[in-house]
């Protein structure tokens, strides 16, 4: 019987028409038995079934060890927009089409991003640790309208942070590689170093690869205006942890907010800060858009399998 891998950490197979008719076809759904982001040995352990011939993925490591040692994967659909936990090269030598979501989760990202700027800005988070101790303290925010804030990158997250921020008044300018002269209301700007000395908020919304470890390091935030915020909701190992740490130990920087981390579930020192907002990975996580993956994680995975031969297309009334 042939099998479809899902190894995200949760998936609603039952209201899933596309994976109810693969199902209803004799294909059988092997689960992350974890709950959690698969690390590279669970994932290889998991692909050396041979029956699995395709796989609706998550954010594991999908490496070149991992996709050789596959026995019989022959497509992987991506729940959701990146594909830098996969090895592209090594796929298309296998003949393994890479699929992904790209326009599903942008605005739930979006709206996560600015919800941690505000909760860092107004110190809620603080604020409710703090009440739910006993200690009745009003603590004193900033306002998002007086704030300039930098996106770096001006993808499709990057550019609806930028339009929800301007219904708040606040500036906006962005750095990203392909940089026209203006973004609609935002300014781009040729230098990453000139938007870190503008910016009061710094907003990560860049793709990770082995290039860019640690993009921010102690250079970077050395460059950031003191007292500012940093905010990451993109990927996680684009952030020197330690580094964000001592900078927000010594004051330089006044607060951040992470919602991706490079070893997750995240256990590090930053969970000692009260100025600091952590989020477990959540940015997809609204349910309209988990919908909206997952259905068009299923469809593109059903087109490859028919494409293939290996199954028959879905026909609704």
């Given at each position: 019987?042939?099998?479809?891998?899902?190894?995200?950490?949760?998936?609603?197979?039952?209201?899933?028409?596309?994976?109810?008719?693969?199902?209803?076809?004799?294909?059988?759904?092997?689960?992350?038995?974890?709950?959690?982001?698969?690390?590279?040995?669970?994932?290889?352990?998991?692909?050396?079934?041979?029956?699995?011939?395709?796989?609706i993925?998550?954010?594991?490591?999908?490496s070149?060890?991992?996709?050789?040692?596959?026995k019989?994967?022959?497509?992987?659909?991506?729940c959701?927009?990146?594909?830098?936990?996969?090895?592209?090269?090594?796929?298309?030598?296998?003949?393994?089409?890479v699929?992904?979501?790209?326009?599903?989760?942008?605005?739930?990202?979006?709206?996560?991003?600015?919800?941690?700027?505000?909760?860092?800005?107004?110190?809620?988070?603080?604020?409710?640790?703090n009440l739910?101790?006993?200690?009745?303290?009003?603590?004193?925010?900033?306002?998002?309208?007086?704030?300039?804030?930098?996106l770096?990158?001006?993808?499709?997250?990057?550019?609806?942070?930028?339009?929800?921020?301007?219904?708040f008044?606040?500036q906006?300018?962005?750095?990203?590689?392909?940089?026209?002269?203006?973004?609609?209301?935002?300014?781009?700007?040729?230098?990453?170093?000139e938007?870190?000395?503008?910016?009061?908020?710094?907003?990560?919304?860049?793709?990770?690869?082995?290039?860019?470890?640690?993009?921010?390091?102690?250079?970077?935030?050395?460059?950031?205006?003191?007292g500012?915020?940093?905010?990451?909701?993109?990927?996680?190992?684009?952030?020197?942890?330690?580094a964000?740490?001592?900078?927000?130990?010594?004051?330089?920087?006044?607060?951040?907010?992470?919602?991706?981390?490079?070893e997750?579930?995240?256990?590090?020192?930053?969970?000692?800060?009260?100025?600091?907002?952590?989020?477990?990975?959540?940015?997809?996580?609204?349910?309209?858009?988990?919908?909206?993956?997952?259905?068009?994680?299923?469809?593109?995975?059903l087109?490859?399998?028919?494409?293939?031969?290996?199954?028959?297309?879905?026909?609704?009334?």
């Amino acid at each position: 019987m042939p099998k479809l891998l899902i190894s995200t950490s949760s998936f609603d197979i039952a209201h899933n028409q596309v994976l109810q008719s693969l199902q209803n076809q004799g294909f059988e759904f092997v689960l992350n038995p974890h709950g959690r982001k698969l690390k590279e040995a669970e994932i290889l352990e998991l692909l050396n079934d041979s029956d699995i011939v395709g796989m609706i993925a998550g954010v594991e490591p999908l490496s070149r060890k991992v996709l050789t040692s596959a026995k019989s994967l022959k497509v992987i659909s991506r729940c959701g927009i990146g594909t830098d936990s996969v090895d592209l090269i090594a796929a298309a030598e296998l003949d393994i089409p890479v699929h992904i979501t790209p326009s599903a989760p942008v605005i739930a990202v979006a709206e996560l991003t600015v919800s941690l700027i505000l909760s860092t800005l107004r110190r809620t988070s603080e604020a409710d640790h703090n009440l739910r101790k006993g200690n009745w303290k009003p603590l004193m925010g900033k306002l998002l309208a007086a704030q300039v804030i930098g996106l770096v990158g001006y993808g499709r997250v990057g550019k609806r942070v930028g339009q929800l921020i301007g219904a708040f008044g606040a500036q906006t300018i962005a750095y990203d590689l392909v940089c026209d002269s203006l973004f609609a209301d935002t300014i781009c700007l040729p230098s990453l170093d000139e938007l870190l000395e503008r910016s009061s908020v710094i907003t990560l919304h860049i793709p990770y690869s082995q290039e860019n470890h640690h993009f921010v390091n102690r250079d970077f935030i050395h460059k950031m205006q003191s007292g500012s915020i940093l905010v990451n909701a993109s990927r996680g190992g684009l952030i020197d942890e330690e580094a964000l740490y001592e900078a927000l130990v010594s004051g330089h920087l006044a607060g951040a907010a992470l919602d991706t981390f490079e070893e997750e579930p995240y256990t590090g020192k930053l969970l000692s800060l009260p100025q600091v907002v952590l989020t477990p990975h959540m940015g997809s996580y609204a349910k309209e858009a988990r919908i909206q993956m997952e259905q068009e994680a299923a469809q593109n995975l059903l087109d490859s399998l028919v494409n293939m031969g290996l199954a028959k297309e879905l026909i609704t009334s």
